[in-house]
Nanobody, 124 residues
Framework: QVQLRQSGGGSVQSGGSLRLSCVQS?????LGWFRQAPGKEREKIAT???????IYADVVKGRFTVSRDRGKNSVYLQMNSIKAEDAAMYYC?????????????????????WGQGTQVTVSS
């Protein structure tokens, strides 16, 4: 039904910037970015709805920005002021969202469709 294809990633110096891209086949109300470092649980970084409203995890707030281009059916993660702790495998994912109080919530939605992942490494 929905497929996600990621690009970007790579190595970056601490304090540097990197931009990840994800192209979606099909459509969902919600898109999100997740990451997982070796030996750690998968972590939600940010979600964005069809109106461009984004919610960020505290650990990336103010440094990362998620955006969505519906014309290109793509979602992006702009990573600035990268820290060593940001090194991980990054995934984009899609969700139909969850109805909460009459409003679709992307934060609460189940993300059932996943990109293949892209590695981000950070050098000091």
């Amino acid at each position: 039904q929905v497929q996600l294809r990621q690009s970007g990633g790579g190595s970056v110096q601490s304090g540097g910037s990197l931009r990840l891209s994800c192209v979606q086949s099909g459509y969902t109300y919600c898109l999100g970015w997740f990451r997982q470092a070796p030996g750690k649980e998968r972590e939600k970084i940010a979600t964005i709805d069809a109106d461009g409203v984004a919610i960020y995890a505290d650990v990336v707030k103010g440094r990362f920005t998620v955006s969505r281009d519906r014309g290109k059916n793509s979602v992006y993660l702009q990573m600035n002021s990268i820290k060593a702790e940001d090194a991980a495998m990054y995934y984009c994912a899609a969700s139909r969202g969850k109805l909460v109080g009459g409003t679709l919530s992307c934060e609460s939605g189940d993300y059932n469709y996943w990109g293949q992942g892209t590695q981000v490494t950070v050098s000091s």
